[in-house]
Nanobody, 123 residues
Framework: QVQLVESGGGLVQAGGSLRLSCAAS????????LGWFRQAPGKQREFVAA????????YRPDSVKGRFTISRDNAKNTVYLQMNSLKPEDTAVYYC????????????????WGQGTQVTVSS
């Protein structure tokens, strides 16, 4: 079992930056793949970034590549999402997720989810 708690969301102007954190419980944190997803009002939850168990491989869609960076600190049981050059279209609730096994980008294949943190980017 893994419990995930996100933090770091808020209101920021376009072009600004935020860093989201996701703290996890559980002694096997370092074995899990971790991902970030987001959901805007009226839209499906979409993949934002993922990182493998060691942090050696990361995955991001083109929509955030070059602006968002995912990283993890296994000693602190925490995964981060650094978001730079934010745009109004990045406004959404951001969720942290975890799964065992290989990195995937499909939300249905993640087993554990946090409660989400709101990110609002004003124009």
């Amino acid at each position: 079992q893994v419990q995930l708690v996100e933090s770091g969301g808020g209101l920021v102007q376009a072009g600004g930056s935020l860093r989201l954190s996701c703290a996890a419980s559980g002694r096997t944190f370092s074995t899990y793949v971790l991902g970030w997803f987001r959901q805007a009002p009226g839209k499906q939850r979409e993949f934002v970034a993922a990182i493998n168990w060691s942090g050696s491989s990361t995955y991001r869609p083109d929509s955030v590549k070059g602006r968002f960076t995912i990283s993890r600190d296994n000693a602190k049981n925490t995964v981060y999402l650094q978001m730079n050059s934010l745009k109004p279209e990045d406004t959404a609730v951001y969720y942290c997720a975890a799964r065992s096994g290989m990195v995937v980008v499909t939300r249905e294949r993640y087993d554990y989810w946090g409660q989400g943190t709101q990110v609002t980017v004003s124009s």
